[in-house]
């Protein structure tokens, strides 16, 4: 049985839709009309362009998503005291710019004019139904000077639902509605889980609070809707990116939607700088977004923001080029992945810089330990036998030296003489002890020892996120 009353999208209102879709537009809907249908009710029709007999039209009052069907809007408009006189037999709604977008047959209802002194609270409401409204934002007119009492009252029960604090737990891959607003707990540990934010127009302006509750290796992606964006680590992209993860349990984002098409991050659980080297007292990995310096081999899709990180580091190298660079990031294949700086078991030092203490380094390069040898030799190195030379030390890989020439040298801030007793006055720099070279066969084999300071090892690990 088809429907009495009932609203319909006029074919100006269709091309209208289309247009403003094509331009990347909101659809603006600001006035409703009223008419008497010229005396009788009617059954209006698509390529209507007006009301048959309109007798008022006025702003909107309100425009409200269904929210079991978001493709249904109803709009609302209170009739003023001073306006009536006819009855009701059709409305129209319309654009901002004077386009009839929907029309509709509607119950007869008498709106009198009252006399002075009466009052009597009288509004129309008309349903519709958009021909896609993810695609389209729905804008009310501002101009709106009253509200009906069952209106505020509905708002003021959904403002207190929507405020209510809400916990959602979340076991598999979905997508979060707009009633998901609020603390969201996710459990990755059956396997990979992706969960999708609602669509940032649609949500409006509104804050969720992602957090994951188990502490599994399983993957956990949290991403924003069709062409959304999460603005974070904008010094590398100012788009920000299409989607994060949580690593760890207790890792949590707290993100607040703009209505505009971007989730902006109001606080995480570890907001440590993208790429930080940091020392743990623990072989697990703690929440928040870390990796170990391994070298492992990534792929740049699944962590576009790393990839840009190592792309902007002034360390990327190539493969090839990895040996003496440990420290370096690598392009792995050159189109798909790339490679983790290994620095497992390495002192870190911070880059000279062009101070001059540790001259001709670049950034993420090796460099071996002093090596000393434990069995003096003549002061060449060259075993040459019967003749006097120096007795001395050979060294390796020394950060410095000082040179010491005749009297007046140069001395180490602070050397002392072997007995420990007073500083080594420069004078004496030119003494040294002299002997008879010659080759020791019975023992041919020198040990040579690599110094370090003492120290405890502790697990190192990387932000990756």
Not at 236 to 247: D, E, H, K, Q, R
Not at 250 to 263: E, P
Not at 406 to 412: A, I
Request: net charge negative; glycine share 10%; charged share 20%.
């Amino acid at each position: 049985m088809a429907q009495e009353y009932y609203t319909i999208l006029t074919h100006a209102g269709l091309a209208y839709e289309a247009e403003c879709k094509a331009q990347g537009k909101p659809l603006r809907l600001s006035e409703m009309a009223v008419g008497d249908g010229s005396g009788a009710a009617y059954d209006p029709t698509p390529d209507m362009t007006q009301l048959r007999q309109e007798t008022h039209r006025q702003p909107l009052n309100a425009l409200q998503q269904d929210d079991k069907n978001p493709s249904w809007y109803m709009a609302e408009a209170l009739m003023p005291d001073d306006v009536g006189g006819w009855t009701i037999r059709e409305v129209g709604i319309y654009t901002d710019t004077g386009i009839l977008y929907a029309i509709g047959k509607y119950p007869e209802s008498v709106k009198p004019l009252l006399p002075g002194g009466s009052t009597k609270q009288f509004y129309v409401k008309a349903i519709f139904q958009l021909s896609n409204a993810a695609e389209v934002t729905l804008i009310v007119d501002n101009n709106v000077v009253a509200a009906t009492r069952d209106y505020v009252e509905r708002m003021r029960l959904r403002i207190l639902g929507e405020l209510a604090p809400k916990v959602i737990r979340v076991e598999t891959s979905r997508t979060l509605t707009t009633k998901d607003m609020g603390l969201v707990l996710i459990n990755a540990q059956e396997g990979l889980r992706e969960i999708a934010l609602p669509s940032s127009k649609r949500v409006g302006i509104a804050d969720v609070l992602v957090q994951r509750t188990d502490n599994s290796g399983n993957r956990l992606n949290i991403w924003a809707s069709g062409s959304d964006t999460i603005r974070f680590h904008t010094h590398l992209n100012a788009n920000g990116y299409p989607f994060f993860v949580l690593m760890g349990a207790g890792d949590w984002w707290h993100l607040r939607s703009d209505g505009k098409g971007n989730w902006w991050p109001m606080g995480r659980y570890d907001n440590t700088p993208l790429g930080q080297a940091v020392m743990e007292t623990t072989l697990s990995f703690p929440p928040g977004g870390y990796g170990a310096p391994n070298g492992a081999l990534l792929t740049r899709k699944d962590w576009p923001w790393l990839w840009d990180h190592a792309r902007y580091s002034g360390m990327l190298i190539d493969d090839d080029q990895y040996l003496g660079r440990e420290g370096c990031w690598r392009h792995g294949d050159g189109e798909q992945t790339f490679r983790l700086p290994e620095y497992r078991g390495e002192f870190l030092r911070p880059l000279d810089e062009n101070r001059g203490v540790n001259p001709g380094r670049g950034a993420g390069t090796w460099e071996d330990g002093t090596w000393i040898r434990t069995v003096a030799q003549e002061w060449t190195g060259s075993d040459e036998t019967e003749k006097q030379f120096n007795i001395g030390i050979s060294y390796a890989s020394a950060d410095a030296r000082i040179s010491n020439s005749g009297t007046g040298g140069l001395n180490p801030p602070g050397a002392l003489p072997p007995n420990g007793a007073g500083v080594i006055a420069p004078q004496v720099t030119d003494n040294v002890i002299r002997g008879l070279s010659g080759i020791e066969n019975e023992w041919p084999v020198n040990n040579w020892i690599r110094f370090r300071p003492r120290n405890i090892a502790y697990p190192a690990r990387m932000k990756l996120i």
